[in-house]
């Protein structure tokens, strides 16, 4: 289960925050979420192998000294699970031996941030690991078939045209535009947009992509929105 005020919704990137220490946690969900991140949390190494499979974060903030299992060998294991091999992680550490260092790259760590840290640097830090593993999710224009999804100011235009959409509405379609082409369940939906802690009917999905049809897909203008029967609602895979 996740912690009460985790979001993985709207869209957003999903970071995983992996410390045991209650005051950084917060604080880290503070500049997080500030920043545009969704936040979950895990106090250990074992609740962090459960959330890395259930949530399937974006990026895992991982701290080295973790009671129980290790934050090295989270990352190894990790690094052995098909799903979780190529999720970025950062490193929290207070050990600034190069030998440590040294270890934790071959295991497979993306970056270090070593205690003490400024929040700036560590937000900074996310983004650029960020910015090379997933770019799309970091971009600040999402651009497929004509559309363009301005994350800084919210606005959404087709070919020129502005796009007014409602928030769900907004929320659905950038999700959608950053993994163009694939198919999502109305499940999926659900988790990602509305979020994991709101009971929402499958059916509100529906209602929610024939608004959306309706907003961006003007007279003669072809469908972007694809619908595969029995499994869900995707962007149309021709850019």
């Known amino acids: ?14 970071v995983l925050v992996v410390e045991d220490e209650e005051a950084l946690v917060q604080l880290l969900r503070y500049n997080l979420e500030k920043a545009g991140f969704a936040v979950c949390e895990a106090r250990d190494g074992d609740e962090a192998l459960v959330l890395a499979t259930e949530r ?35 490193m929290l550490t207070a050990r600034g031996e190069e030998a ?81 082409g694939r198919i999502y369940s109305r499940e999926q939906l659900l988790d990602a947009v509305w979020g994991h802690d709101v009971t929402v009917e499958l059916r509100t999905v529906d209602v929610h992509v024939r608004r959306l049809r309706k907003a961006i897909n003007g007279p003669g203008e072809r469908d972007l929105v694809r619908t595969v029967r029995s499994a869900g609602y995707g962007l149309d895979e021709r850019s």
């Not at 289960?1 to 999903?14: A, C, I, K, S």
């Open 1 to 14: 289960m996740t912690r009460d005020g985790e979001t993985g919704r709207h869209g957003l990137p999903l």
């Open 56 to 90: 399937k974060p974006d990026l895992v903030l991982l701290d080295w000294m973790l009671p129980g299992t290790s934050g090295i060998e989270v990352c190894r294991q990790l690094r052995r699970l098909a799903d979780q091999r190529t999720v970025p992680i950062v």
């Open 100 to 180: 440590d260092r040294i270890r934790g790259l071959d295991m497979g760590v993306d970056d270090y941030v070593a205690k003490p840290f400024s929040m700036s640097e560590l937000v900074a830090r996310v983004r650029a690991v960020l910015r090379r593993a997933r770019p799309q999710l970091v971009a600040e224009l999402l651009q497929h078939g004509g559309l363009v999804m301005d994350l800084a100011t919210h606005r959404v235009s087709r070919d020129g045209r502005d796009v007014h959409l409602g928030p769900t509405e907004y929320r659905l379609l950038r999700h959608l535009m950053q993994n163009p």
